[in-house]
């Protein structure tokens, strides 16, 4: 099986409820099993719960070369959204191979701008945001009329932010937060659940999603999996793996 565990996991051994755990899908491995559940479970809760994306809806991705990023990306596109996603330069068109419609070089261009460009001005119907504060009056102006905006994470600060609650009201805007820590054990089951029993079957016999393994490294390499992290030059998920030398 492959699962969720609230912490303890660089571990030989790890309790788990069963209600957070999924059985792996066929033809995968431990690697790969191990970048499914808690990037592709925060994505769907993200993209198909909270922001309520249907086929024909238009999504905004940031940071869509990372764990969760990668994950949403693949959600996305299966659903049938056009698909928007920021990244760095080098990782383009492996975002594009993910499912994004438009790549976009959030060093080298405003995301806010080719937004606006590409959709006449309407904007987007979804954004899912990583990034916290320097994105978000950018984030709001990118929304169209009746758009929602899901905050994943605060990765470049969360402090205070200036929000004109008139431009809110008038447009019809949606602003919602989410973290899977501090989420109840009965919520979280229930997020299990949505994502197995809709969507763990694509990853089976030539389906529409993968799990995006970035590179490994044995838990007594867990500062150097870190420090790869930290560097931001991943796409996709981080593995630690366990090697004898780890199990004495």
């Known amino acids: 099986v492959m699962g969720v565990v609230g912490g303890g996991a660089y571990a030989e051994l790890a309790r788990i409820d069963y209600r957070m755990a999924m059985p792996i899908p066929a033809q995968l491995d431990y690697v790969h099993a191990a970048a499914i559940p808690e990037v592709f479970v925060t994505a769907h809760e993200a993209l198909m719960h909270l922001a309520r994306l249907k086929p024909g809806d238009s999504v905004l991705i940031h940071a869509a070369a990372g764990g969760v990023g990668s994950a949403a990306v693949q959600l996305a596109y299966a659903t049938g959204a056009t698909v928007y996603a920021t990244t760095d330069g080098s990782k383009l068109s492996r975002v594009e ?44 102006a990118s929304l169209a009329n009746g758009g929602r905006l899901i905050q994943v994470g605060i990765l470049g600060g969360g402090g205070k932010v200036a929000l004109e609650l008139e431009h809110v009201l008038y ?78």
């Open 97 to 140: 191979h993910l499912g994004a419609d438009v790549a976009i070089d959030y060093k080298n261009s405003d995301f806010a701008e080719v937004i606006a460009g590409k959709t006449d001005g309407r904007g987007v119907d979804v954004i899912i945001d990583f990034v916290g504060e320097p994105y978000f009056a950018r984030n709001l």
């Open 171 to 248: 447009r019809h805007l949606q602003i919602i937060g989410t973290v899977m820590k501090s989420r109840t054990p009965p919520e979280k089951h229930d997020m299990i659940k949505r994502f197995r029993e809709h969507w763990l079957e694509r990853f089976e016999g030539g389906g529409c999603l993968e799990p995006v393994v970035d590179s490994t490294f044995p838990l007594s390499r867990a500062a150097d999996a870190h420090r790869r992290m930290e560097s931001s030059e991943n796409v996709g998920k981080i593995i630690l793996t366990m090697q004898p030398a780890d199990l004495l």
